[in-house]
């Protein structure tokens, strides 16, 4: 089971750390990924950590969004920096264990997936 946490209301220009803590599993074994859905929108690859740490990210959140994680405590992380109102959205985590590289960011290929937590960014 996954659990994301941390969103919330935040001001143009501000950060937020999005966590998403496993239960039940070994997140070492897992790659793992953060997807988004605004409203009327489709949901959106946003960045991912695989099992060896390597990073992917979206294009237009290179730069202001870093993914890590810390395997002891069983925690992927998500630091948002420079957000930006069209950041706004429904923030998912996801795991796999077997995704090969070219599926790291369709959100089909992960069986596993968070509950969701609320990002809004006023302008």
């Known amino acids: 089971q996954l659990q994301a946490c941390g969103g919330g209301l935040v001001q143009a220009g501000g950060s937020l750390s999005l966590s998403c803590a496993a239960s039940?599993?070994?997140?070492?074994?897992?790659?793992v990924g953060w997807f988004r859905q605004a409203p009327g929108k489709e949901r959106e690859f946003v960045a991912a950590?695989?099992?060896?740490?390597?990073?992917y990210y979206a294009d237009s959140k290179k730069g202001r969004f870093t993914i890590s994680r810390d395997n002891a405590k069983n925690t992927v992380y998500l630091q948002m920096n420079s957000l930006k109102p069209e950041d706004t959205a429904v923030y998912y985590c996801?795991?796999?264990?077997?995704?090969?590289?070219?599926?790291?960011?369709?959100?089909?290929?992960?069986?596993?997936w968070g509950q969701g937590t609320q990002v809004t960014v006023s302008s």
């Open positions: 996801a795991a796999d264990q077997f995704l090969i590289l070219s599926s790291m960011t369709s959100a089909q290929y992960y069986d596993y």
């Open positions: 039940g599993r070994t997140f070492t074994n897992y790659n």
């Open positions: 950590i695989r099992r060896n740490g390597a990073t």
